[in-house]
């Protein structure tokens, strides 16, 4: 059974830093796509970043100069390095794994999701 569980998110100012870390386990192989998506309340479910199974990563033209994202495989971990952190980017952030096709910011191309981790920006 796999496992997507996500941590770091928290509350921080307007020009914080904040870093996600998404584990994923029981998954049987270690290289797949994975991507960070965020909701807010009212809002649909947008794609910030993804990384495909070779480690490329993509990102959304909202996020991008100010978040990194990362993979390490031997560890199982997608990380989300949020810089200069903005109240707009106030949301609930959901790490999914193991995407079957398209493009990286399809979300119902993932096969498994975490719960989420808040996020809260204030100015």
């Known amino acids: 059974q796999v496992q997507v569980v996500e941590s770091g998110g928290g509350s921080v100012q307007a020009g914080g830093s904040l870093r996600l870390a998404c584990v994923v386990s029981?998954?049987?192989?270690?290289?797949?796509?994975m991507g960070w998506f965020r909701q807010a309340p009212g809002k649909e479910r947008e794609g910030v970043a993804g990384?495909?199974?070779?480690?490329?990563?993509s990102y959304a033209d909202s996020v991008k100069g100010r978040f990194t994202i990362s993979k390490d495989n031997a560890k199982n971990t997608l990380y989300l390095q949020m810089n200069s952190l903005k109240p707009e980017d106030t949301a609930m952030y959901y790490c999914?794994?193991?995407?079957?096709?398209?493009?990286?910011?399809?979300?119902?191309?993932?096969?498994?999701w975490g719960q989420g981790t808040q996020v809260t920006v204030s100015s």
């Open positions: 029981g998954h049987r192989y270690t290289s797949y796509s």
């Open positions: 990384v495909d199974s070779d480690g490329n990563p």
């Open positions: 999914a794994a193991d995407k079957n096709g398209g493009s990286w910011f399809d979300a119902y191309e993932y096969n498994y």
